[in-house]
């Protein structure tokens, strides 16, 4: 009876939605520390090239928890999902996953202040790392599968250069797991996934000038950015970091594709294990 109380509830808050099916679920600050106004115009920037709207839903299965360190120069200011583990105890291996991480202060204050490739931009290889903002979006295709994008922005000390990072997660609610891109595309699936991108990419090329100098995404890059997707109800959404297929200051982390322009390599046919019903 508790697992169809739990199934149930799960089905209600994920059929929630918004216009576009692309929902934020109820947001529950834990912590919080006032934040300082400076990079301000940078973040309304960063929302806005992903769409951030956040909306209020009557639910807690997912909360917001706030992490706020400063230590010298460097302030990290995160923002993370939480899944509440009462609902159901392998929620456990979501929030261990950020835990371990994003959180452990050490690890992030060495990968920021240590990591030579925060920036595509070779005139900020040496400039001093001022701040690093998490935030995140959800979406929902069904009451299975939750797709979680975190982003990642890093502010330098030099006036308004900032660089974005981007990680899709893509999990689980009955089994408690990650899934990635084997679990819902065919084998040798990558030729037609690479091509379909690469026609999305020309056809925005063509239709949109801030696309103009973008480039064609090549098998490498794919290959290291084939995990770092997110789906709604309409559309998956593979998401590529600074210089990655586009230029820094045109603004494009992302490219969509249609879920049934995809049918042919999705796993769709065993109701058992697939993820993305139609």
Same mark, same amino acid.
């Given at each position: 009876?508790?697992?169809?109380? $739990?199934?149930?509830?799960?089905?209600?808050?994920?059929?929630?939605?918004?216009?576009?099916?692309?929902?934020?679920?109820?947001?529950?600050?834990?912590?919080?520390?006032?934040?300082?106004?400076?990079?301000?115009?940078?973040?309304?920037?960063?929302?806005?090239?992903?769409?951030?709207?956040?909306?209020?839903?009557?639910?807690?299965?997912?909360?917001?928890?706030?992490?706020?360190?400063?230590? @010298?120069?460097? &302030?990290?200011?995160?923002?993370?999902?939480?899944?509440?583990?009462?609902?159901?105890?392998?929620?456990?291996?979501?929030?261990?996953?950020?835990?371990?991480?994003?959180?452990?202060?050490?690890?992030? &204050?060495?990968?920021?202040?240590?990591?030579?490739?925060?920036?595509?931009?070779?005139?900020?290889?040496?400039?001093?790392?001022?701040?690093?903002?998490?935030?995140?979006?959800? $979406?929902?295709?069904?009451?299975?599968?939750?797709?979680?994008?975190?982003?990642?922005?890093?502010?330098?000390?030099?006036?308004?250069?900032?660089?974005?990072?981007?990680?899709?997660?893509? $999990?689980?609610?009955?089994?408690?797991?990650?899934?990635?891109?084997?679990?819902?595309?065919?084998?040798?699936?990558?030729?037609?996934?690479?091509?379909?991108?690469?026609?999305?990419?020309?056809?925005?090329?063509?239709?949109?000038?801030?696309?103009? @100098?973008?480039?064609?995404?090549?098998?490498?890059?794919?290959?290291?950015?084939?995990?770092?997707?997110?789906?709604?109800?309409?559309?998956?959404?593979?998401?590529?970091? @600074?210089?990655?297929?586009?230029?820094?200051?045109?603004?494009?982390?992302?490219?969509? &594709?249609?879920?049934?322009?995809?049918?042919?390599?999705?796993?769709?046919?065993?109701?058992?294990?697939? $993820?993305?019903?139609?």
């Amino acid at each position: 009876m508790k697992k169809i109380i $739990y199934i149930s509830l799960v089905f209600s808050l994920m059929s929630c939605s918004t216009v576009n099916n692309e929902n934020n679920f109820d947001t529950i600050n834990e912590s919080s520390k006032p934040q300082s106004t400076s990079h301000d115009l940078l973040l309304k920037k960063s929302n806005s090239l992903l769409g951030v709207n956040k909306k209020s839903l009557s639910n807690s299965l997912i909360s917001t928890r706030s992490f706020y360190k400063e230590e @010298d120069s460097l &302030i990290l200011d995160y923002k993370y999902p939480y899944l509440n583990e009462e609902y159901n105890p392998l929620f456990g291996s979501f929030n261990t996953f950020v835990e371990v991480n994003y959180l452990l202060n050490e690890q992030s &204050i060495r990968d920021v202040l240590q990591n030579s490739d925060l920036s595509c931009d070779s005139l900020y290889e040496n400039v001093e790392r001022k701040r690093r903002n998490i935030d995140y979006k959800v $979406y929902s295709k069904n009451d299975r599968l939750l797709s979680v994008l975190l982003y990642k922005t890093n502010y330098y000390d030099s006036e308004h250069h900032n660089s974005f990072m981007f990680k899709g997660l893509n $999990y689980d609610l009955n089994q408690g797991r990650f899934i990635g891109y084997e679990d819902l595309f065919m084998n040798n699936s990558e030729t037609i996934l690479l091509f379909k991108l690469n026609q999305e990419l020309e056809a925005r090329i063509e239709g949109q000038d801030s696309f103009n @100098d973008c480039w064609k995404l090549t098998k490498d890059k794919f290959e290291l950015f084939k995990n770092n997707f997110v789906i709604n109800s309409e559309y998956i959404k593979f998401y590529f970091d @600074d210089c990655t297929v586009c230029p820094t200051y045109s603004g494009n982390y992302f490219l969509e &594709i249609p879920l049934e322009e995809l049918s042919l390599v999705l796993k769709t046919e065993d109701p058992e294990t697939t $993820y993305l019903r139609f």
